[in-house]
């Protein structure tokens, strides 16, 4: 989240979309409902009538993987209408900016300029700005004072890299018009026809969200993965992004782009990298022609476009080294890199995400894996692949808090491979649950908080540090022992957070918050002001490149300071706007609403009429921490808000990503519509794709598999369900898969209530409860009825034991995903359903035994 | 009756927190459930009952002036804690009794296992336990023990707490646990007098929102557990026959003239009860002595 959670009650109108957080994310209902009181719009658009629907004032119904289609008709209704906050879009968004004159989209192909493809990819070479320019060969001596005057003006702006501009946005080169005429072709009545929303309510939603475009209000988005899994699922964000530049939503309490992380501690496990292509605080994981760190740096230090661009990444030196330091100790020298050589690197086009790895595993080319806190054989796309990738591994360690599927995935009754036939070797260990440690959790607000230890864990099982430690030293005395290839890393990392208590190994987890935050590691004097070697580095500006700092992760670097844990702090704030700054703690330094210079004018002033976030008082800033210490725009020495970005602006286009610097609709690899009205292409053409035996793909259209599907989550499970399929009460309130249509549809098929059906994709089938619901209706569709149903992801058939609870539902779902994410697209896939007959149906998910 | 609930269904989002924490308060076993097409399939444990003392309702109803035509409903039910209880006036043994901030209670010593309050409840919501050989009637109590104690939390996580944070926690303990689950506010407890003039409150303040109407306030005499809703209450299952007469009033006079007849009752069923104890205790006994027998002779 760019907010936070209380701060969703600042909103003046919250769009729901792509995410249902009443089920998924009931404590955030607590502020929604707030903001309702204090007289705000609740906007719901899903395809299913969800919990979240129930509270809201507007609803619209959509068809799955068309939220391209809804939000370019959005933003077609923002710019026809005017809505835009101009102010704010001049300023602090590249609106105004100039674009290579050979950027174009061609709508008969589906294609941005620079598309290559031999390589299936962009070349981004067209999407950039136009800068200013001095002819190299002018001479500059033999001009008039004139001429020299203007010569200056403008080698001044080339030479800071200042792109061309137009502040009235009439060039027909700049953003502004480019975005303009890009999203002319979706008018409201072919969005209608492409997402099935009756075109009354498409304008009610448009019209309701874009009231949020007047400077005093402010409107927020709350999204999840109903917009992140699908093949152009970080363009679905980007749309909504682009909505909120237009409104001026970004940086304002009760705005901004609120992803809805759906666990506890996804976000920081994000921030401390558990992906495969960053390193800790977002740093980029190095790549094999990065040969030495000055290449790494050279490759990922942006420099500064335009005179006021903060350009933060600029410290990316500081951030790496410090995190080397972290990682190396002592043994991390200038003279070696600071050990950047025991970095593994992934290849330049390398991409080692999940369906990648599963797929790897597959063809039999990875032979082991740790599957840590998690259940591939339910979690992952398409789980007869994952599962039978399992069974192709030499060894499989299982870490968890319950015997899941994974770790047995050889008993699977769908395998068709013999238990006595598998070779895998699997180790299981016990791993002790949250409340039976102590550390610290980032939830989505970034907030990090920390947690203390409720009770022992139960028999052999310990914390996931210590069983690493286990595993460290184990690997550490076999490099001793027996060198082997590049032992370095192992042997130089630094791991002294452990101690010995009671005759067994213990995590100093407080340590370990200590190494995140980073300390001095020499005496530094910065300013006036000098830190003795061996101190708390109290916040990243503080940071060295040289190897006198060290940070675990730069971003958390301020949240254990000499002061001490910030995330222990407990203090509420007795009135105000939310933002509670002593209670825990939130990255980066202690920011509650990032970009929180865009809630300001350029002269620093809140937006009038609006609730003020920061504001520069002449000589500082008041309220939140602000995005840097410079004073605002207008000012000497100003700085523009989106300190990220080097360019300091927010970007209505975008480079960086591989489908297109604007969003623009496809549908589904998987779609019941075999046409496109907005260009000439019906998907994707560079969505992740597997074409493997298993990798079976319906064609569009299917008459065998005509209706449209996703997978979603319920209150009482989460994710797989490991932790609460062995709840009895909350097996008791959720006992086992359903899959929900609608009534039309049931009637249709002559499906009762209540009876077990076979829904089936092209790769799996499994049996569910039908649900017939008035919350799902068909939709019209290019004149044609399309049903939509969906069911939870849940369920496994190991617990409950008896089978009763059925299986996974990603065995329908596709290893296809978003280019970008590598996120697979499970929540538009087609499926078939059909009734079994009686007999058939007596040996499925009925419940036997349980709770004895 | 002093004391009371609010549920407020327009606030409810079905996330049943109130159902499993009350099971949780009251270590209550979970039940075998199935799926199915009852109340929209997703009402689950479908009813009240000795295991379940309370649980939330699913409703799907028709409302074409509603954002997407319908209202999604979700009702929490539970005992509503009559201000004069049918359950109280039918037990011949004072097993049932009204504790001083509203709720009912019940005293397994003195039941004799008659079920008279069973029949007697208009909601159908005291239950007896049907698998055991000494049932015990059961259901929700306003958490007496949670209200009723006085429980003081110095400090927490090894941090003093502050006036304020000690205040607020130890509060927080003093209500049913239900209420202290709720996420969004749409269960209040309070005062009964507070609690209906809140309801009145919102109802004239939004009166597009609520249906105008506070099920509980003269339902049966009044209840402590007051509801407000969006839809007419037939609509979410609640019962709207039951009139504004408290329960026993309707037996007043045919009660006057069972004491005499209980004397001589009463001496029968207290008998039988005492029979009924010494079977279970036998048959518990026995049940040890078999289970000690299976494990090799080591008592577990």
Same mark, same amino acid.
């Given at each position: 989240m760019t907010n936070h959670w209380i701060d969703l009650r600042n909103s003046d109108c919250v769009l729901i979309m792509g995410a249902n957080p009443a089920e998924n994310h009931p404590i955030s209902f607590r502020w929604v409902l707030k903001a309702k009181e204090r007289g705000a719009k609740v906007v719901c658009v899903d395809p299913r009538f969800t919990k979240s629907a129930s509270q809201a004032d507007i609803y619209a119904r959509l068809r799955s993987g068309t939220d391209i289609a809804f939000l370019g008709g959005m933003i077609k209704y923002i710019l026809d209408n005017d809505r835009m906050h101009r102010d704010y879009v001049v300023n602090y968004t590249n609106a105004s900016f100039l674009v290579d004159d050979g950027f174009s989209f061609d709508a008969a192909t589906a294609l941005f300029s620079g598309y290559d493809e031999a390589r299936n990819a962009y070349d981004e070479k067209t999407w950039q700005y136009r800068f200013h320019r001095v002819d190299p060969d002018a001479r500059p001596e033999t001009m008039t004072p004139a001429q020299r005057t203007e010569y200056d003006r403008v080698k001044a702006l080339a030479d800071a890299r200042e792109p061309l501009k137009d502040p009235t946005l009439q060039d027909p080169r700049c953003v502004f018009q480019l975005l303009k005429r890009h999203f002319a072709r979706y008018d409201a009545a072919t969005v209608s026809q492409v997402t099935g929303t009756p075109v009354a309510d498409l304008e009610r939603v448009y019209a309701a969200f874009s009231t949020t475009g007047a400077p005093d209000k402010a409107g927020t988005i709350m999204y999840a993965m109903g917009w992140t899994q699908h093949t152009v699922g970080v363009q679905n964000i980007r749309a909504m992004t682009i909505v909120q530049m237009l409104l001026g939503n970004l940086g304002r309490a009760g705005g901004g782009v609120n992803a809805l992380r759906g666990e506890s501690n996804v976000q920081g496990s994000t921030d401390q990298a558990l992906l495969f292509h960053i390193l800790p605080g977002y740093l980029k994981a190095p790549r094999a022609s990065q040969q030495t760190l000055d290449d790494y740096l050279k490759v990922n230090t942006p420099t500064a476009i335009g005179r006021n661009s903060a350009n933060w990444w600029g410290n990316t030196p500081k951030y790496m080294v410090s995190l080397l330091k972290s990682m190396f100790g002592d043994a991390a020298t200038p003279a070696n890199g600071f050990g950047y050589d025991w970095l593994p690197r992934l290849q330049d086009s390398g991409n080692y995400s999940w369906m990648h790895l599963f797929d790897e595993m597959y063809e039999g080319r990875i032979r082991g894996l740790l599957a840590w806190g998690m259940n591939p054989a339910c979690s992952g796309p398409n789980s007869t692949k994952t599962r039978q990738a399992l069974a192709k591994l030499d060894w499989l360690v299982n870490v968890n808090i319950f015997p899941n599927e994974t770790g047995w995935f050889f008993e699977d009754p769908g395998l068709g491979i013999r238990p006595e036939d598998i070779r895998t070797e699997v180790f299981v260990l016990p791993a002790a649950a949250s409340v039976e440690k102590e550390g610290s959790i980032s939830n989505s607000g970034r907030w990090m908080q920390w947690r203390y230890k409720a009770a022992d864990a139960p028999g052999d099982a310990l914390p996931d540090a210590e069983i690493m430690d286990l595993i460290f030293h184990e690997l550490r005395a076999l490099y001793q022992a027996e060198g082997g290839a590049l032992p370095e890393p192992i042997l130089n990392a630094k791991w002294d957070y452990f101690r010995e208590h009671g005759g067994h190994r213990e995590a100093d987890v407080r340590a370990i918050a200590r190494e995140i935050n980073g300390y001095f590691l020499k005496d530094v004097t910065i300013g006036d002001k000098t830190f003795k070697a061996g101190t708390l580095v109290p916040a990243f500006g503080m940071l060295q490149a040289d190897g006198s700092t060290s940070s675990g992760n730069w971003i958390y %670097?301020?949240?254990?300071t000499e002061a001490g844990n910030m995330s222990m702090r407990r203090t509420r704030e007795p009135h105000g706007i939310g933002l509670n700054p002593e209670w825990a703690w939130a990255w980066p330094v202690n920011r509650r609403i990032l970009y929180n210079r865009a809630s300001v004018d350029p002269a620093g002033k809140p937006w009038k009429g609006t609730i003020p976030v920061v504001e520069w008082v002449g000589d500082r800033w008041v309220g939140d921490v602000p995005d840097g210490p410079w004073p605002p725009l207008a000012a000497e020495g100003g700085r523009l808000p989106?300190?990220?970005?080097a360019d300091g602006h927010a970007a209505l286009l975008a480079t960086g990503l591989k489908d297109g610097p604007f969003p623009e609709h496809f549908e589904p690899l998987e779609s019941p519509v075999t046409r496109n009205p907005f260009n000439g292409r019906l998907q994707n053409p560079v969505a992740a794709r597997f074409r493997g035996e298993l990798d079976k793909v319906a064609a569009c259209g299917s008459d065998q598999y005509p209706y449209v599907c996703s997978t979603y989550r319920v209150t009482e499970h989460w994710q797989t369900g490991v932790m609460t399929r062995n709840a009895p009460w909350l097996l008791e309130a959720v006992p086992q898969i359903f899959v929900e249509m609608s009534e039309e549809l049931a009637r249709d098929l002559g499906i009762r209530a209540g009876e077990q059906v076979r829904v089936s994709s092209i790769r799996g089938a499994l049996t569910a409860v039908a649900l017939p619901t008035k919350r799902l209706r068909p939709l019209q569709v290019h004149g044609r009825t399309v049903h939509q149903v969906g069911l939870p992801w849940c369920f496994g058939w190991r617990v409950p034991n008896d089978g009763s609870g059925g299986d996974s539902a990603n065995l329908l779902t596709p290893c296809a995903g978003d280019p970008n994410t590598t996120i697979p697209e499970s929540k538009a896939f087609l499926v078939n359903i059909e009734k079994i007959d009686a007999v058939t149906q007596s040996a499925h998910l009925l419940p036997r035994r349980r709770n004895a | 009756m002093e004391y009371g609930v609010l549920v407020d269904t327009t606030r409810c989002i079905g996330c049943r927190s109130c159902q499993v924490s009350c099971k949780n308060e009251n270590q209550l076993p979970a039940e075998v459930t199935q799926l199915a097409g009852h109340d929209t399939g997703l009402t689950n444990p479908r009813k009240l009952s000795a295991k379940t003392f309370t649980l939330v309702q699913y409703h799907e109803v028709d409302a074409p002036d509603s954002p997407g035509g319908m209202r999604f409903v979700f009702a929490k039910r539970q005992c509503?804690? %009559?201000?004069?209880p049918a359950c109280v006036s039918a037990c011949p043994v004072t097993a049932l009794s009204q504790e001083k901030h509203g709720g009912i209670s019940y005293d397994e010593k003195k039941c004799i296992g008659c079920r008279y309050c069973v029949w007697a409840c208009p909601f159908g919501v005291p239950t007896a336990e049907w698998n055991t050989l000494a049932p015990r009637i059961r259901k929700c109590d306003m958490c007496s023990d949670r209200i009723l104690t006085d429980v003081r939390v110095p400090e927490l996580n090894g941090q003093e707490l502050s006036g304020e944070s000690r205040a607020r926690i130890e509060t927080s303990y003093r209500l049913p646990a239900c209420v202290k689950a709720c996420a969004t506010g749409a269960l209040l407890y309070g005062r009964r007098a507070d609690l209906l003039e809140e309801a009145h409150r919102r109802i004239e303040r939004e009166p597009g929102r609520y249906h105008p109407h506070v099920y509980g306030e003269h339902e049966v005499g009044g209840t402590s557990y007051l509801y407000l809703s969006a839809v007419p209450f037939d609509q979410i299952g609640f019962r709207t026959d039951l009139g504004t007469k408290p329960y026993p009033a309707y037996t007043a006079t045919a009660l006057g003239f069972v004491p005499p007849a209980v004397v001589g009752l009463g001496i029968v069923l207290g008998g039988l009860h005492l029979l009924a104890q010494r079977k279970a205790f036998v048959a518990a006994e026995e049940r040890e002595r078999a289970e000690s027998a299976r494990n090799g002779g080591e008592t577990p």
């Amino acid at each position: 989240m760019t907010n936070h959670w209380i701060d969703l009650r600042n909103s003046d109108c919250v769009l729901i979309m792509g995410a249902n957080p009443a089920e998924n994310h009931p404590i955030s209902f607590r502020w929604v409902l707030k903001a309702k009181e204090r007289g705000a719009k609740v906007v719901c658009v899903d395809p299913r009538f969800t919990k979240s629907a129930s509270q809201a004032d507007i609803y619209a119904r959509l068809r799955s993987g068309t939220d391209i289609a809804f939000l370019g008709g959005m933003i077609k209704y923002i710019l026809d209408n005017d809505r835009m906050h101009r102010d704010y879009v001049v300023n602090y968004t590249n609106a105004s900016f100039l674009v290579d004159d050979g950027f174009s989209f061609d709508a008969a192909t589906a294609l941005f300029s620079g598309y290559d493809e031999a390589r299936n990819a962009y070349d981004e070479k067209t999407w950039q700005y136009r800068f200013h320019r001095v002819d190299p060969d002018a001479r500059p001596e033999t001009m008039t004072p004139a001429q020299r005057t203007e010569y200056d003006r403008v080698k001044a702006l080339a030479d800071a890299r200042e792109p061309l501009k137009d502040p009235t946005l009439q060039d027909p080169r700049c953003v502004f018009q480019l975005l303009k005429r890009h999203f002319a072709r979706y008018d409201a009545a072919t969005v209608s026809q492409v997402t099935g929303t009756p075109v009354a309510d498409l304008e009610r939603v448009y019209a309701a969200f874009s009231t949020t475009g007047a400077p005093d209000k402010a409107g927020t988005i709350m999204y999840a993965m109903g917009w992140t899994q699908h093949t152009v699922g970080v363009q679905n964000i980007r749309a909504m992004t682009i909505v909120q530049m237009l409104l001026g939503n970004l940086g304002r309490a009760g705005g901004g782009v609120n992803a809805l992380r759906g666990e506890s501690n996804v976000q920081g496990s994000t921030d401390q990298a558990l992906l495969f292509h960053i390193l800790p605080g977002y740093l980029k994981a190095p790549r094999a022609s990065q040969q030495t760190l000055d290449d790494y740096l050279k490759v990922n230090t942006p420099t500064a476009i335009g005179r006021n661009s903060a350009n933060w990444w600029g410290n990316t030196p500081k951030y790496m080294v410090s995190l080397l330091k972290s990682m190396f100790g002592d043994a991390a020298t200038p003279a070696n890199g600071f050990g950047y050589d025991w970095l593994p690197r992934l290849q330049d086009s390398g991409n080692y995400s999940w369906m990648h790895l599963f797929d790897e595993m597959y063809e039999g080319r990875i032979r082991g894996l740790l599957a840590w806190g998690m259940n591939p054989a339910c979690s992952g796309p398409n789980s007869t692949k994952t599962r039978q990738a399992l069974a192709k591994l030499d060894w499989l360690v299982n870490v968890n808090i319950f015997p899941n599927e994974t770790g047995w995935f050889f008993e699977d009754p769908g395998l068709g491979i013999r238990p006595e036939d598998i070779r895998t070797e699997v180790f299981v260990l016990p791993a002790a649950a949250s409340v039976e440690k102590e550390g610290s959790i980032s939830n989505s607000g970034r907030w990090m908080q920390w947690r203390y230890k409720a009770a022992d864990a139960p028999g052999d099982a310990l914390p996931d540090a210590e069983i690493m430690d286990l595993i460290f030293h184990e690997l550490r005395a076999l490099y001793q022992a027996e060198g082997g290839a590049l032992p370095e890393p192992i042997l130089n990392a630094k791991w002294d957070y452990f101690r010995e208590h009671g005759g067994h190994r213990e995590a100093d987890v407080r340590a370990i918050a200590r190494e995140i935050n980073g300390y001095f590691l020499k005496d530094v004097t910065i300013g006036d002001k000098t830190f003795k070697a061996g101190t708390l580095v109290p916040a990243f500006g503080m940071l060295q490149a040289d190897g006198s700092t060290s940070s675990g992760n730069w971003i958390y %670097c301020a949240s254990y300071t000499e002061a001490g844990n910030m995330s222990m702090r407990r203090t509420r704030e007795p009135h105000g706007i939310g933002l509670n700054p002593e209670w825990a703690w939130a990255w980066p330094v202690n920011r509650r609403i990032l970009y929180n210079r865009a809630s300001v004018d350029p002269a620093g002033k809140p937006w009038k009429g609006t609730i003020p976030v920061v504001e520069w008082v002449g000589d500082r800033w008041v309220g939140d921490v602000p995005d840097g210490p410079w004073p605002p725009l207008a000012a000497e020495g100003g700085r523009l808000p989106f300190i990220m970005r080097a360019d300091g602006h927010a970007a209505l286009l975008a480079t960086g990503l591989k489908d297109g610097p604007f969003p623009e609709h496809f549908e589904p690899l998987e779609s019941p519509v075999t046409r496109n009205p907005f260009n000439g292409r019906l998907q994707n053409p560079v969505a992740a794709r597997f074409r493997g035996e298993l990798d079976k793909v319906a064609a569009c259209g299917s008459d065998q598999y005509p209706y449209v599907c996703s997978t979603y989550r319920v209150t009482e499970h989460w994710q797989t369900g490991v932790m609460t399929r062995n709840a009895p009460w909350l097996l008791e309130a959720v006992p086992q898969i359903f899959v929900e249509m609608s009534e039309e549809l049931a009637r249709d098929l002559g499906i009762r209530a209540g009876e077990q059906v076979r829904v089936s994709s092209i790769r799996g089938a499994l049996t569910a409860v039908a649900l017939p619901t008035k919350r799902l209706r068909p939709l019209q569709v290019h004149g044609r009825t399309v049903h939509q149903v969906g069911l939870p992801w849940c369920f496994g058939w190991r617990v409950p034991n008896d089978g009763s609870g059925g299986d996974s539902a990603n065995l329908l779902t596709p290893c296809a995903g978003d280019p970008n994410t590598t996120i697979p697209e499970s929540k538009a896939f087609l499926v078939n359903i059909e009734k079994i007959d009686a007999v058939t149906q007596s040996a499925h998910l009925l419940p036997r035994r349980r709770n004895a | 009756m002093e004391y009371g609930v609010l549920v407020d269904t327009t606030r409810c989002i079905g996330c049943r927190s109130c159902q499993v924490s009350c099971k949780n308060e009251n270590q209550l076993p979970a039940e075998v459930t199935q799926l199915a097409g009852h109340d929209t399939g997703l009402t689950n444990p479908r009813k009240l009952s000795a295991k379940t003392f309370t649980l939330v309702q699913y409703h799907e109803v028709d409302a074409p002036d509603s954002p997407g035509g319908m209202r999604f409903v979700f009702a929490k039910r539970q005992c509503m804690h %009559c201000d004069q209880p049918a359950c109280v006036s039918a037990c011949p043994v004072t097993a049932l009794s009204q504790e001083k901030h509203g709720g009912i209670s019940y005293d397994e010593k003195k039941c004799i296992g008659c079920r008279y309050c069973v029949w007697a409840c208009p909601f159908g919501v005291p239950t007896a336990e049907w698998n055991t050989l000494a049932p015990r009637i059961r259901k929700c109590d306003m958490c007496s023990d949670r209200i009723l104690t006085d429980v003081r939390v110095p400090e927490l996580n090894g941090q003093e707490l502050s006036g304020e944070s000690r205040a607020r926690i130890e509060t927080s303990y003093r209500l049913p646990a239900c209420v202290k689950a709720c996420a969004t506010g749409a269960l209040l407890y309070g005062r009964r007098a507070d609690l209906l003039e809140e309801a009145h409150r919102r109802i004239e303040r939004e009166p597009g929102r609520y249906h105008p109407h506070v099920y509980g306030e003269h339902e049966v005499g009044g209840t402590s557990y007051l509801y407000l809703s969006a839809v007419p209450f037939d609509q979410i299952g609640f019962r709207t026959d039951l009139g504004t007469k408290p329960y026993p009033a309707y037996t007043a006079t045919a009660l006057g003239f069972v004491p005499p007849a209980v004397v001589g009752l009463g001496i029968v069923l207290g008998g039988l009860h005492l029979l009924a104890q010494r079977k279970a205790f036998v048959a518990a006994e026995e049940r040890e002595r078999a289970e000690s027998a299976r494990n090799g002779g080591e008592t577990p």
